[in-house]
């Protein structure tokens, strides 16, 4: 696979290294900081390049009109952004991974049809959630393409979802309770008859926009987060 | 009309001008408090100090009521992302870009954006002149 990575601050810096040790990829790192672009060519080789990863030229320079993947990780969104569309709607390079810097940017990069989109601010909120009592909503991953999402929850005393078997819950559209792991950690695949629980943990597949509704359900008017 | 200009450099603050001049209602945003001097000296728009690609500067700029929105800072990309933020998000009708790199707009013109190059303009104007003097 042929991959390019835009961006070589401390993420793409790291991105580099591991990808560099996978030997069945080949990997470009590109910086348009010209200093910061030779420092690193000196410890990693020659997959480092200096230019600017969102100018078309230059992109055609390093080949990403053969490129499998583009990931983008400067601290700049904007150049995130642009670097993804411009490979994707002119090199149609198959798959674009965008990191955004500001949480807000989230809901615009997906519907520009960036296929992947990492923050450190909502990677860093799902690991707090997990210790925080009064978040027990975990959004784990997005499904690639769908609009579906991974989600853990916890059921909470008092919601619609409290004592109620499956089949009798009104799931939000095209949403799946995948497992069940009861208090004490046995989990369980759940059929229509199974019985939620307080304490409960759910793993679901849900469409994004069903969060606030799915919420609601399982975990009852106590989530505020 | 309702406009929100982002970038008040030369030509953001001529055509906020402009426009204000002909009775529109201008809100210039920029992150430079000091750029805000380019506006003419009885300008009555709003002017708002911060980044105009963050969603809740533009919301705080009004762009939700706006009818057009102008993106004409140096940067492409901080530009695009502006305009595409305006447009996708706040559904505003008519989204301008000024994107320097010919290549780059162009595409974004296939994605459906208003986007001008000044370099093209720049360089076409000065051929035209050449033309003439011959």
Known sequence: MYIIVVGAGTVGYGLGLELQALADHEVVLVDRDRSRAG?????????????????????????????DMLIAVTGDDGANLVSCQVAKHWFKVGRTIARVNNPRNERLFRELGIDSTVSATGAIMAQIE???????????????????????????????????AVRSLRLPENSIISLVVHEGGAPEVPNGDTVLRAGDEIIAVIPQEAEPEFRRLVAGATVTG | MRVVIMGCGRVGSTLAARLEHEGNSITVIDTDPYSFRRLPSDFQGETLVG????????????????????????????????????????GVKVVVARVSDPFRGEIFANLGLR?????????????????REQ
């Open chain 1, 39 to 67: 420092a690193l060519r000196e410890e990693l080789g020659e997959m480092v390049v200096h230019g600017d990863g969102t100018e078309v030229v230059f992109l055609e320079s390093v080949g990403a009109r053969r490129a």
């Open chain 2, 115 to 131: 986007t001008f190059s000044p370099t093209n303009i720049g360089a076409q104007m000065a051929y035209d002149a050449l033309i």
């Open chain 1, 130 to 164: 997990f210790d925080l009592p009064e978040h027990t909503f975990i959004p784990l991953m997005k499904l690639h393409g769908s609009g579906l999402q991974l989600v853990d929850l916890h059921v909470i005393a008092g919601s619609e979802a409290e004592g109620a």
């Open chain 2, 51 to 90: 980044s105009g690609y963050d969603e809740s500067v533009l919301e705080a700029a009004g762009v939700q009521e706006a009818d057009a929105f102008f993106a004409l800072t140096q940067g492409d990309n901080r530009n695009l992302l502006g305009s595409q933020i305006a447009k996708h998000i706040f």
